[in-house]
């Protein structure tokens, strides 16, 4: 990875490239909010029943390329490979953290 990033989004990618679900979904807080594919995720068990079904779907890996943060919005691009048409692919993730913690996360 060439972004240097906080260890609460290293955390995120980290368990992204994983099936464990628990470790994925420590890295939000409480009352997260995840927005992806034109689809909302709010809380613990929306955002984990999300990244099951995703992992299961595209079974994806990412890369983090490039990252900016800015107080307590991070901005990062990656490469995603996986199981879909066009792959690999850059996306952008635009997070917004609290504390140590995601509090919201845009994907596109």
Known sequence: MNAQL??????YFEASNTIDVVRFKDCFTADAVVFDEGSTYLG??????????????Y?????????????DYVTV???VSGNFPGSPIQLRYAFELKGSKIQ????H
């Open 6 to 11: 906080n260890e609460c989004i290293n955390n």
């Open 44 to 57: 613990p068990l929306a955002i984990g029943s999300w990244f099951e079904e995703t992992r299961l779907k």
């Open 59 to 71: 079974e994806f890996s990412v890369t983090p390329i490039t990252g900016t943060q800015e107080d």
């Open 77 to 79: 691009v990656a490469q």
């Open 104 to 107: 919201s996360l845009k994907i």
